[in-house]
DNA sequence: AGGATGCTTCGCCCGACGACGAACGATCGC
DNA sequence: GCGATCGTTCGTCGTCGGGCGAAGCATCCT
């Protein structure tokens, strides 16, 4: 019967909402205590417990222990790649018109998206980079690549100091689901998170996705 | 607390063993009417008519009337997309040497993936048509276009009467499973699949995705 | 050592959902 | 028109799986 991979049970995975909660809540790339999971999902622990078990089983989560906490984290890049498409499928039924809580507005102007910089702010600088060509124009899923690290926008954000391109494509777009249009990810995009952060530029949220962004870096790439 | 897109209504939906083998039989991009999605999944017709009102609900498919069938389709290719991506994960579990039954081995070497040629067959043309510069290099998921039409393999496969791009990419690179090469797909990889078809170069084996490949074809791209 | 903390296992309850048979519309063929 | 076919809705059953509290280990702190 089948020689077709076993799709009914990855997506099984991600199909109950305390288990999608946690996933997306590792989306941004770091490991989280069960602890802290479990209260992400709003579940008890032994709850939290049974369905982190389930993750590592079906090898979406890796398990790290590391004093008496165990390290949960998302096993690859690809099962990221699988969590983002399925989002980009989502919003087909709310069309949610998001501005509501305050939370979402947040989100909306920056937030992490695995391991790089998602929404107004993000598009902002990626429009900016791709203007100045320092990169190649990006496309949803494609990657391209680094053109120029001269610039005045390239410079700001240390393109020069990047690292040097190994298995993971140097620059990728993905596809920002508040804004439905390409935002920098690959290890450029990674890279350029990185230096905001330790620039000061953006600040991550305790228990949330969102990104306080500094003022000077708003009227600099805010749309 | 979400302002983040629904992770969990797409994947519950695709994570029932009867869903997931519609999903997976309309992947070839065709519409099926119920009855026939009804054998696949090896359910009921009352079964099969819930869970596909299921799916249109939840707008991973689209019902259309004809005549006393409903044929039902993906969406979009966006949930192609997603339902790749949740399969290139699978595999993940059972790690199982294929080329055990006769079926896993005609899938192996040629099949429907959506609406385009994925196997060893495909992986040969897409190496060809890469080899004599008729296209960029293929990855995975990135986008590429087409630079030549007059080489030997592009004119036996008519690229030259490939559609004009419209919204979708030329070429795309779509991640072999059974491979884990990419291969041709995007609107360059439907047109090549047309082609095939039409001279009679492969031909769709009833109620499966693989695809009888002929003598000639193999000797010429089998590698 | 002893207590506190973090996580897991166990046992139990309950609701949700998938499965089917039977009955009901709708459409086609003749 | 009339049976035949296709698909749906309805009612019912069984089970799978998510939820929690209590108890059990492990690790850390002092």
């Given at each position: 019967m089948d020689g077709d991979a076993d799709l009914a049970s990855p997506a099984r995975l991600m199909g109950e909402p305390a288990r999608a909660a946690?996933?997306?809540?590792?989306l941004d790339g770091r490991a989280l205590p069960a602890g802290e999971l479990a209260a992400i999902a709003r579940v008890s622990a032994p709850t939290a417990s049974a369905h982190l078990a389930r993750l590592v089983e079906g090898g979406l989560v890796r398990a790290r222990a590391l004093g008496r906490h165990r390290?949960?984290?998302l096993a690859g890049a690809d099962v990221a790649d699988a969590i983002e498409s399925l989002q980009r499928l989502a919003p087909r039924r709310p069309v949610t018109s998001y501005g509501q809580s305050a939370t979402a507005?947040?989100?909306?102007?920056?937030?992490?998206?695995y391991d790089h910089l998602a929404g107004r702010i993000a598009l902002g600088i990626a429009d900016a980079l791709?203007?100045?060509?320092?990169?190649?124009p990006l496309e949803a899923g494609g990657s391209g690549m680094i053109l120029a690290t001269d610039g005045p926008v390239a410079r700001r954000l240390r393109l020069e100091a990047a690292p040097a391109p190994g298995r993971r494509p140097p620059v990728r777009g993905c596809l920002d689901w508040t804004e439905r249009r390409p935002h920098l990810a690959g290890a450029l995009g990674a890279h350029v998170l990185e230096v905001l952060l330790s620039a000061g530029w953006v600040a991550?949220?305790?228990?949330?996705?969102?990104?306080r962004v500094s003022d000077e870096l708003r009227v600099a790439f805010e749309s």
């Open positions: 946690m996933l997306v809540a590792l390290y949960f984290e507005r947040r989100l909306a102007e920056a937030r992490t998206c791709v203007a100045e060509e320092a990169i190649t991550r949220v305790p228990g949330d996705r969102s990104l």
